[in-house]
């Protein structure tokens, strides 16, 4: 069940819409594009390559990739310089998409419920949801963060599974790399990925 679930935590990952969003609105369009999620998933016309396009259709801009692909490297994002940036974003964003479309065949009917939201900080909220399976249930929270002081723009920067955040651990696998690799090793083997 954890594996299933670590599915539709992907799934739901690329379900949000192709915009940052105002404060008012994360819960009610984060709830709609969950359940349009769901009908997709379950439409048997559909074969998986269908599914998958237009689930990722619906999702792109509310997550913010540049800083989750910052977040993700930690220490060695400053010492790369713009370039090499710029081309981890564009591998690190489509190995979170690769990852997703390889498990949409693990979904099995099971549905999301959201909770509600809390501001750990004035320019933090967490969308706080919950997988429920047939037998178990599993939250998934979603962080946004307040692009700027001056404007209502929120945008998604990390989600948390069971308590586990994605962007950690990916830092981890990325600093395990790093501790015996080049930073060129690295771009290779997520181009190299299948």
């Not at 979603?142 to 948390?160: G, M, R």
């Given at each position: 069940?954890?594996?299933?679930?670590?599915?539709?935590?992907i799934?739901?990952?690329?379900?949000?819409?192709?915009f940052?969003?105002?404060?008012?609105?994360?819960?009610?369009?984060?709830?709609?594009k969950i359940?349009?999620?769901?009908?997709?998933?379950?439409?048997?016309?559909?074969?998986?390559?269908?599914?998958?396009?237009?689930?990722?259709?619906?999702?792109?801009?509310?997550?913010?990739?540049?800083?989750?692909?910052?977040?993700?490297?930690?220490?060695?994002?400053?010492?790369?310089?713009?370039?090499?940036?710029?081309?981890?974003?564009?591998?690190?964003?489509?190995?979170?998409?690769?990852?997703?479309?390889?498990?949409?065949?693990?979904?099995?009917?099971?549905?999301?419920?959201?909770?509600?939201?809390?501001?750990?900080?004035?320019?933090?909220?967490?969308?706080?949801?919950?997988?429920?399976?047939?037998?178990?249930?599993?939250?998934?929270?979603?962080?946004?963060?307040?692009?700027?002081?001056?404007?209502?723009?929120?945008?998604?920067?990390?989600?948390?599974?069971?308590?586990?955040?994605?962007?950690?651990?990916?830092?981890?696998?990325?600093?395990?790399?790093?501790?015996?690799?080049?930073?060129?090793?690295?771009?290779?083997?997520?181009?190299?990925?299948?």
């Amino acid at each position: 069940m954890l594996k299933r679930c670590l599915a539709l935590f992907i799934l739901f990952f690329f379900s949000v819409s192709a915009f940052a969003l105002t404060k008012s609105e994360i819960e009610p369009e984060m709830r709609n594009k969950i359940d349009k999620v769901l009908l997709i998933l379950k439409d048997s016309k559909l074969n998986k390559d269908s599914k998958s396009k237009e689930i990722i259709d619906l999702m792109d801009s509310v997550f913010d990739y540049p800083l989750m692909s910052k977040l993700s490297l930690g220490r060695t994002w400053k010492e790369i310089n713009k370039e090499q940036q710029n081309e981890f974003v564009n591998l690190f964003t489509k190995e979170l998409k690769n990852s997703y479309v390889s498990k949409l065949d693990l979904y099995t009917d099971e549905l999301v419920k959201i909770l509600g939201t809390n501001t750990p900080k004035p320019n933090r909220l967490e969308l706080q949801t919950v997988l429920v399976g047939k037998t178990d249930k599993y939250e998934i929270n979603y962080k946004f963060y307040q692009t700027s002081k001056d404007e209502d723009k929120w945008l998604i920067y990390d989600v948390e599974l069971v308590g586990v955040s994605i962007i950690q651990t990916y830092r981890q696998q990325y600093a395990g790399f790093l501790k015996e690799k080049s930073f060129p090793q690295l771009i290779d083997f997520m181009k190299n990925k299948k």
